[in-house]
C-alpha cells in the first residue's frame, strides 16, 4: 500500500514530441505529489508539484494530470528537448508520517 | 545561499569496516530526509529528522545503520560493518519542515562502494 508505482521503465521521445510517465498509488493518505528530475551525478531536483485538490497543474513545458478517483497521476513534457533527457521520478508524502514514496524512475531520451 | 551538501562524495571502503556520512543542510532547515538509491534505482527512504529528533525510522535496513542529527543542523549517518549491498548512493534533502509539503532540497549524494 505504501508503493508508487510508475511506467514507463524507459522512454525515447523525438524532439518537440510529448513524453507522457505515469504514477499510480493505493494510499489514501498522500497529499502531495511532487516529480523530480535527475541527472547523471546530481540528486534530484524538483520539478513540479500537485495537491489532491485540483486536477491538473502546468508549469511552462510541464503538466501534472491528477486524477484522485484513480489514485493516478501523469507527467507530461510538451515540445520535449534534448536538454530534457534525464531520469524523473514521481513521489507522494504520506499526510501523517510525512514520509516521502518514489516511484522507481523513468530513465527519458530525447532524440535531437 | 548555499545549497545542501554531503561529504564524502565518494567512499570506497572494506567489508567490515565503519563509515560516517555527513550531511549539511539549507541553513533554517528543520527538516532532513535520508535516502538511499541502488544503481538504476529509485530512492529508498531512510529515516528523516524534525529538528533532532527522528519520528519515523521505520526505512532503516537493519541495525547496522543509524543516523543523528545536532543543533538541529548537521545529520550523520553512520552504517557499522558494512556489507557489499550496502553500495549505493547515500542522498540527503532538507525542507523547510516536515509536512506541508515543503519542497525537499537535495545534496549531491554520497556514492558509497563497499568492497
Known amino acids: 500500500q505504501q508503493q508508487v508505482k510508475q511506467s514507463p521503465q524507459s522512454l525515447i521521445v523525438q524532439k518537440g514530441g510529448i513524453s507522457i510517465i505515469n504514477c499510480a498509488y493505493e494510499?489514501?493518505?498522500?497529499?502531495?505529489f511532487p516529480w523530480y528530475q535527475q541527472f547523471p551525478g546530481k540528486g534530484p531536483a524538483l520539478l513540479i508539484a500537485?495537491?489532491?485538490?485540483?486536477s491538473e497543474k502546468k508549469e511552462g513545458r510541464f503538466t501534472i494530470s491528477f486524477n484522485k478517483s484513480a489514485k493516478q497521476f501523469s507527467l507530461h513534457i510538451m515540445d520535449s528537448q534534448p536538454g530534457d533527457s534525464a531520469t524523473y521520478f514521481c513521489?507522494?508524502?504520506?499526510?501523517?508520517?510525512?514520509?516521502?514514496?518514489f516511484g522507481t524512475g523513468t530513465r527519458l531520451k530525447v532524440l535531437a | 545561499g548555499a545549497g545542501v551538501s554531503q561529504s564524502p562524495s565518494n567512499k570506497v571502503t572494506e567489508k567490515g569496516k565503519d563509515v560516517e556520512l555527513r550531511c549539511d543542510p539549507i541553513?533554517?532547515?528543520?527538516?532532513l530526509y535520508w535516502y538511499r538509491q541502488s544503481l538504476g534505482q529509485g530512492l529508498e527512504f531512510l529515516i528523516y529528522?524534525?529538528?533532532?529528533?527522528?519520528?519515523?525510522k521505520s526505512g532503516l535496513p537493519s541495525d547496522r545503520f543509524s543516523a543523528e542529527r545536532t543543533g538541529g543542523s548537521v545529520s550523520t549517518l553512520t552504517i557499522q560493518r558494512t556489507q557489499q549491498e550496502d553500495s549505493a548512493v547515500y542522498l540527503c534533502?532538507?525542507?523547510?519542515?516536515?509536512?506541508?509539503?515543503?519542497?525537499?532540497?537535495f545534496g549531491p549524494g554520497t556514492r558509497l562502494t563497499v568492497l
Open positions: 534533502a532538507s525542507s523547510l519542515a516536515s509536512g506541508g509539503a515543503n519542497e525537499q532540497f
Open positions: 494510499n489514501t493518505a498522500f497529499d502531495y
Open positions: 500537485i495537491r489532491p485538490d485540483v
Open positions: 513521489a507522494a508524502q504520506d499526510s501523517g508520517t510525512y514520509k516521502y514514496i
Open positions: 541553513s533554517g532547515h528543520t527538516a
Open positions: 529528522f524534525q529538528g533532532n529528533s527522528a519520528p519515523d
